[in-house]
């Protein structure tokens, strides 16, 4: 008789690797999701405690990275469903908040950098999604694909569509 030895699942997470592996990531999402600081980083610790304490879930069928950012999205969209969080600042100012809380803020301080995360901003939820996942947080179009829960096909499309979308904004912008 032959038995199958599954992995055991009884891994104790190190909440010190989760934060230390993960916590710039995970700000960077939040503020990019919910467009305050302050509540980027509630999110942060909030999402590294639920990655903590549900730990013994987590299956392995994608990267740890896919599955803590996951919930990450997950715990900023609750925050955004908040009625007290309705009102989210929409304009230069939210980039410029985020820019004084960051080491080097040289990355936020020209004209077109400003520009462009206005247009990210403002693109439907499902493109500016894509686009914060491939380009902020450096995920493969599979991993998007896993964390989403969505085709690579469509992963794709939608990253091109968000692509186009933003070249659309970037260039209205460049006329006024």
């Given amino acids: 008789m032959f038995f199958i030895l599954t992995p ?3 891994e104790e997470p190190d909440i010190n690797r989760l934060i230390d592996n993960y ?3 995970l700000i960077r999402l939040c503020y990019m999701y919910l467009k305050d600081y302050h509540l980027a980083e509630e999110a ?3 999402t590294i405690m639920k990655a903590y304490l549900k730990y013994k879930t987590f299956n392995k ?9 996951r919930i990450a999205i997950n715990v900023c969209k609750n925050y955004l469903r ?5 009102e989210m600042p929409g304009d230069e100012s939210v980039l410029l908040n985020y820019a004084s809380h960051e080491e080097s803020t040289s990355n936020f301080q020209d004209e077109e950098t400003i520009l462009l995360v206005n247009a990210i901003y403002s693109l439907p939820e499902i493109y500016k999604e894509v686009i914060l996942l491939y380009y902020y947080q450096s995920l493969k179009i599979a991993e998007i694909s896993k964390l989403l829960k ?3 096909g469509t992963i794709s499309v939608r990253l091109k569509r968000a692509r186009e979308l ?3 904004f970037l260039e209205e912008g460049e006329d006024e």
């Fill in 150 to 152: 969505q085709k690579e």
């Fill in 61 to 69: 069928r994608s990267s740890e990275k896919t599955w803590v950012m």
């Fill in 44 to 46: 942060t610790q909030d």
């Fill in 166 to 168: 933003l070249k659309g």
């Fill in 23 to 25: 916590s710039k990531n």
């Fill in 8 to 10: 055991v699942q009884n």
């Fill in 82 to 86: 908040k009625s007290s969080n309705k």
